[in-house]
């Protein structure tokens, strides 16, 4: 007897019965919101790095774990279970933290059982935050250059991208901009703080405006704050629902990959008001639905660190922005001031580029070092955006940033 799927009984060449084989991949209708963009920059400028074994200061992932504590914690739990679903809007254990985390570090009396969702990274935070509160025809603004998934999430749930520009040197959030950038579509805006790529950290001033603006005009804020504890020197991070009268319209993102350094844990919170964080809940559990229960109780256990562990924290990324930019100038570039974030901005103009692209490309191709171009933090209807920025990451060991450096300054200065 013949297996019914063997070579023998059917030829795969030959057209069967009730399938089209007219269509192609080529011919063949995918969602062009995914399809017709070109693939992240991050995989990309990463791909082309083990190509040419350069280092990737272009990627924004430490090149090392983080606390073995919370790493063994995770483990333990794995082994011990349960390794079932946890509950879609996260355990219990982890949202009571994060609701703690709320009121330690910024004094919000957040109810952990109504108004947190733990999510399978920010990222699908973001997917769940867009999808759950934007309509097919809404409008949804967003500061450029911004991080790269907010478009397409937004586009993808029907709704049109607004992209309002910052601009150079600093950066700044224009109210006349944003006012103009508003219409009777407008339902939600997209803030980034600390900003990425940009490094920013949005002053009080910038806050209160977008405060004025979201309350006259009814809209809800976004709020990626997933650096939120990546802030340096004299600066503050403050959340904008700790404005008043802003709670009820803001939706903040955190990240346990952000602030532990296990970017691989994919591990994101929300906190919100409870209309909010239900209709969010609602998409996310159609998209992820849950992730890891250990993980997240690890991840619950590491939010009642000491503050010791954010001291030192920052203590050791300050020294690495601080080699990086150092290193940079020495080079000859001239480099943006990083606020928060792990990232640090040059002026390719330093040495004669205009094309951040062709510049990220043949310094990974030749001096063997990666970054990543910042015109590809623009919506492709943004054709005005500026080309002569590169982004370079610094949570990477001192000796890889210093032989970064040399291999630069060798190709460069030659």
């Not at 749930?157 to 950038?181: K, N, Y």
Request: overall charge negative; proline content about 6%; charged content about 25%.
């Amino acid at each position: 007897m013949q297996h019914p799927n063997s070579s023998d009984t059917m030829n795969t060449n030959q057209p069967q019965e009730g399938i089209d084989h007219s269509k192609t991949e080529s011919t063949r209708r995918f969602n062009p919101v995914y399809s017709a963009r070109a693939q992240s920059i991050f995989p990309t400028m990463s791909a082309l790095a083990r190509e040419h074994n350069a280092i990737n200061l272009g990627q924004g992932f430490p090149d090392e774990d983080g606390p073995l504590e919370i790493r063994q914690y995770a483990a333990e739990g794995i082994l011990a279970g349960p390794n079932q679903y946890a509950p879609v809007e996260g355990t219990p254990e982890i949202r009571r933290a994060v609701a703690a985390d709320n009121k330690r570090f910024y004094g919000l009396d957040i109810d952990p059982m109504r108004e947190t969702l733990i999510v399978a990274g920010a990222t699908e935070g973001l997917a769940s935050i867009f999808l759950g509160l934007l309509n097919p025809g809404d409008e949804a603004i967003a500061f450029s250059p911004f991080y790269e998934c907010y478009a397409p999430q937004i586009e993808a749930a029907g709704a049109r991208f607004v992209p309002v520009a910052l601009e150079a040197p600093d950066w700044r959030i224009d109210r006349q901009r944003l006012e103009a950038a508003i219409t009777e579509r407008t339902q939600v805006i997209v803030i980034n703080s600390p900003h990425n790529p940009l490094g920013r950290v949005l002053d009080t001033e910038e806050l209160h405006t977008l405060a004025a603006i979201a309350e006259k005009h009814d809209l809800i804020v976004v709020c990626d704050e997933v650096y939120e504890h990546l802030v340096f020197d004299d600066h503050k991070h403050i959340p904008l629902m700790t404005l008043p009268n802003m709670f009820d319209r803001c939706v903040r993102i955190g990240s346990a990959g952000k602030t532990f350094s296990l970017t691989g844990f994919r591990v994101g919170y929300i906190t919100g008001p409870e209309p909010i964080v239900t209709a969010v809940m609602k998409a996310h559990q159609h998209i992820a639905y849950t992730l890891s229960g250990p993980i997240q109780n690890a991840i619950a256990h590491a939010l009642e660190f000491g503050d010791h562990y954010y001291t030192e924290f920052r203590a050791g990324l300050t020294m690495r922005r601080d080699r990086l930019e150092k290193g940079l100038r020495d080079i000859g570039f001239e480099v943006g001031r990083c606020e928060g974030t792990y990232f640090l901005n040059v002026d390719i103009r330093s040495f004669g580029y205009e094309n951040d692209v062709a510049f990220c490309r043949e310094m990974t191709e030749k001096a063997k070092v990666t970054a990543v171009p910042i015109s590809a933090f623009f919506h492709p209807s943004e054709t005005e955006a500026p080309k002569q920025f590169a982004r370079f990451c610094f949570c990477k060991k001192p000796e890889v940033l210093d032989e970064a450096m040399h291999r630069l300054s060798g190709y460069l200065l030659q």
